[in-house]
């Protein structure tokens, strides 16, 4: 991973989505999706991002790209402000950013060819056209591990996992620094989703590029992240290295998390479930702590007081009031 400096900033992310209702559709409540997000990624870094389905690291992926328009907040890209770029100012930024969707069939268009979808980038921002584009398609296959002579194929002619290795190759068309794999792996089979990963893995080490890993399969994050970020119910909760988060969990939901991976061993005692009840609305989330409603270390201060992430450790970060003065939820 390079050292240099940061290659995206996040400040304060909130994204809110009105609740409509009735005939004259009035607004009667907020989704809060996003309550408040601040992390950032350096050069040639992958940032895992983890929680539970609806957690909101789908919105903060689309959020940080300008696909959802944030409510608020700050999102700066190699120090550049971005948050507010019109369209027009927005489109060579997004050269440098791109998109690797979690089903691969639904974002690739079934009436164009492979050759032709991976090319349209380049036409779009007029970098290629005629033999030179087929050319840089063609390695593009290459670099992804498909043939150039499969450009003429259909998504539907191509496997689950070729097909991801498309929207791969589409990624990369444009040379970008940042690349935000939502789910990139989840709907592939477990063999499939090795090479996929390995392939991401070797792509970065090739091209230096940064990575916004979005995944709830603790065993694939742990595998390709350099530091990841836990969130629940719209907040980062715990931010750490993978080897101290794995190692040494301080949030009690990121403890929840690691002890609910299953283990292919029957003689390995399961650990009893570490949280209780279910997610709070988005809608209606708790103003103060938002897991202690689940917490089983939850204290009076919990219900009353919002948690910032604070150090825990060199590069470790915990938004938990047990945490202050203790080391740790125990």
Not at 60 to 72: F, G, I, Q
């Amino acid at each position: 991973m390079s050292e240099s400096h940061a290659l995206l900033e996040v400040n304060d992310l909130i994204k809110h989505y009105p609740v409509r209702a009735g005939v004259l559709r009035r607004r009667v409540g907020t989704v809060h999706a996003v309550d408040g997000v601040s992390f950032s990624l350096q050069v040639g870094e992958t940032l895992g991002l983890v929680g539970e389905s609806g957690c909101g690291k789908s919105t903060v992926a689309r959020s940080v790209l300008r696909l959802v328009e944030p409510t608020s907040g700050e999102i700066r890209i190699d120090g550049k402000d971005i948050t507010h770029l019109s369209k027009p100012e927005l489109r060579p930024v997004r050269r440098s950013m791109q998109i690797v969707f979690q089903d691969p069939f639904a974002s690739l268009n079934p009436r164009m060819t492979a050759g032709d979808i991976v090319g349209e980038p380049l036409s779009v921002h007029g970098l290629a056209s005629g033999s030179e584009k087929q050319d840089r398609v063609a390695n593009l296959f290459q670099q992804v591990g498909l043939r150039p002579d499969q450009m003429k194929n259909y998504p539907h002619q191509f496997s689950g996992g070729q097909r991801q290795r498309i929207c791969i190759a589409r990624a990369l068309a444009l040379g970008p620094r940042l690349i935000v794999c939502d789910e990139p792996v989840s709907a592939l089979d477990v063999s499939i989703q090795a090479q996929v990963i390995n392939l991401l893995i070797d792509l970065q080490r090739e091209h230096g590029f940064s990575y916004l890993f979005i995944a709830h399969d603790l065993a694939v994050v742990a595998h390709i992240s350099h530091r990841v970020a836990v969130m629940y119910l719209g907040r980062i909760v715990e931010i750490a290295d993978k080897t101290e988060l794995f190692k040494n969990p301080r949030h009690p939901y990121t403890q929840a998390l690691l002890a609910s991976v299953p283990v292919a061993d029957p003689k390995v005692k399961r650990l009893r479930p570490l949280v209780d009840g279910d997610v709070p609305s988005p809608v209606n989330p708790p103003s103060d702590c938002a897991f202690h409603t689940r917490c089983r270390y939850a204290i009076d201060r919990c219900k009353v007081e919002r948690p910032a992430l604070k150090d825990a450790g060199p590069g470790h970060q915990v938004a938990c009031l047990l945490n202050e003065g203790t080391g740790r939820a125990e």
